[in-house]
């Protein structure tokens, strides 16, 4: 066990919709990063945040937005749902300094989310 | 778009066999890791190796990196049933902003 959960585990939207994913990271960590995992594929990062600011953001549309809050835990949330946003999203926390080392990453177990 | 490429994409052993992946990436990197991952579930963190150091180990897992060939390799010896999982490695490109660039994996099954 990591230390990282998420919630929910698993979820069914329809196209149109949104949804907001949830994640609590590590004691410790200060950094948590978010990754989508299609099916057969290795995870895509989404976007990072340090210390409740956004610290780095992959190719993903502006409907995919987040939140950290103090305790650092953090929010995925994605407005105007496609099907292609079917997927495991993956959280993962860290600790560090914005600009220094990367340190190891810590994943929890995901959320499913299935788009009809 | 993917960093690593991992060869083989599956991988099929008895047990007790060793298990030997690669990950091939194409930039500069401050470090590369490795994860497994169990039947879609999260990502379990196995190494992390840094770009000066070319060995680690960590109980039966063995992981090599050429940064002259921008590769590394992941070892497991003496294989379990348990070890049946998905491998990828991961690397930060270089950057410090944070970010993990993950191959496809490979699919790794240990036959008991």
């Known amino acids: 066990e990591t230390g990282v959960t998420q919630s929910p585990t698993h979820l069914i939207k329809t196209r149109g919709q949104q949804v907001t994913l949830r994640c609590s990271s590590q004691?410790?960590?200060?950094?948590v990063s978010w990754y989508q995992q299609a099916l057969g594929q290795g995870p895509q990062f989404i976007f990072q945040?340090?210390?409740?600011?956004?610290?780095g953001r992959g190719n993903f549309p502006p409907r995919f937005s987040g939140l950290q809050f103090p305790n650092y835990s953090s929010e995925l949330n994605v407005n105007a749902l496609e099907l292609d946003d079917s997927a495991l999203y993956l959280c993962?926390?860290?600790?560090?300094?914005?600009?220094?080392?990367?340190?190891?990453?810590?994943f929890g177990p995901g959320t499913r989310l299935l788009v009809l | 778009s993917q960093q690593g490429e991992e060869d083989p994409q599956a991988l099929s052993i008895q047990e007790g066999e060793n298990a030997t992946m690669n990950c091939s990436y194409k930039?500069?990197?401050?470090?590369l890791q490795w994860y497994r991952q169990n039947s879609g579930r999260g990502l379990v963190h196995l190494i992390l190796?840094?770009?000066?150091?070319r060995e680690k180990h960590s109980g039966r897992l063995r992981v090599t990196l050429d940064t002259s060939k921008k590769s590394s390799s992941l070892l497991i010896t003496a294989s379990r049933a348990a070890d049946t999982a998905s491998y990828f490695c991961?690397?930060?490109?270089?950057?410090?902003?944070?970010?993990?660039?993950f191959g496809r994996g490979t699919q790794l099954t240990v036959w008991p």
């Open positions: 190796i840094r770009s000066n150091e």
């Open positions: 991961a690397t930060d490109r270089g950057s410090t902003l944070g970010r993990l660039y």
């Open positions: 004691s410790g960590h200060n950094t």
């Open positions: 930039t500069s990197i401050n470090n």
């Open positions: 993962a926390s860290s600790s560090g300094a914005r600009g220094g080392p990367q340190e190891t990453q810590y």
């Open positions: 945040y340090y210390r409740e600011e956004e610290n």
